[in-house]
């Protein structure tokens, strides 16, 4: 299976993340945003990253992807039960939605727009996102943490798991930190430190740290 995306993207991420958990082989075709790659211009319709190739078929989208090869695979990271479920493809919602979507005005401007596309980024966008939407989420997030050595639904690490601690690697590259939420600061630091994330995380400080020179 072909997952076209950049482990840059907390979509992307999350995707790799899943299949590393899952057991599911993958090569990453590694591409950049709005890429002309034929392969992925023919999987994802609206040329947004993550998409996949697996046997022939393809589709477009982080949730979308991994329901797939949930379905396909059967690893059990999200549960089947109608509540878990329910639970599970909300978590992956906020993460997605809310906790990327407050940071990716700070996510692009300090990082995308001036290391990868050298172009100016609105910093005042960025510095809003950090002093607002960000701790908001952040707020809240902490108070729904896990206890201890938990997950976030319960005994075992699911799909919730993965798609919370995928944002909050481009939290860090984008210069925030935890220091305020220390209950989600060791959940990051645990789910980060699982092989899933911890050589893409890796790679991502090591390419950041080239290109800043
Ligand atoms: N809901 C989609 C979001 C995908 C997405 O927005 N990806 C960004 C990169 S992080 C992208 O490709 N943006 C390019 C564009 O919007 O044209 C998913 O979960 O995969």
């Keep these: 299976m072909k997952i076209y995306g950049s482990s840059f993207s907390p979509y992307a991420r999350k995707v790799i993340a899943y299949c590393i958990e899952a057991g599911i082989d993958h090569e990453l075709v590694s591409i950049g945003l709005g890429s002309p790659d034929p392969g992925f211009q ?32 059967r690893p059990g990271l999200i549960p089947q039960d109608p509540q878990g479920l329910g639970k599970a493809v909300w978590w992956d919602e906020v993460a997605d939605a809310e906790l990327f979507g407050a940071l990716q005005p700070a996510f692009f401007n300090r990082i995308v727009l001036p290391l990868f596309q050298r172009r100016e980024g609105d910093m005042a966008a960025a510095d809003r996102a950090m002093a607002g939407p960000v701790p908001k989420i ?16 319960g005994e075992r690490l699911t799909l919730a798991d993965i798609a919370i601690a995928s944002p ?17 600061a060791a959940f990051a630091e645990r789910l980060h430190a699982r092989p899933c994330f911890a050589s893409s995380i890796a790679w991502e400080e090591r390419a950041l740290a080239k290109i800043r020179g």
């Design 42 to 73: 023919a999987a994802s319709p609206l040329g947004k990253m993550p998409a996949m190739e697996d046997d022939g078929f393809t589709l477009a989208d982080s949730s979308a992807i991994i329901h797939y090869l949930e379905a396909r695979h």
């Design 138 to 153: 952040l707020d809240w997030l902490e108070a729904h943490m896990p206890e201890g050595d938990g997950w976030l639904l």
């Design 168 to 184: 909050l690697v481009n939290l860090r590259h984008a210069g925030g930190t935890l220091d305020a939420h220390p209950r989600i």
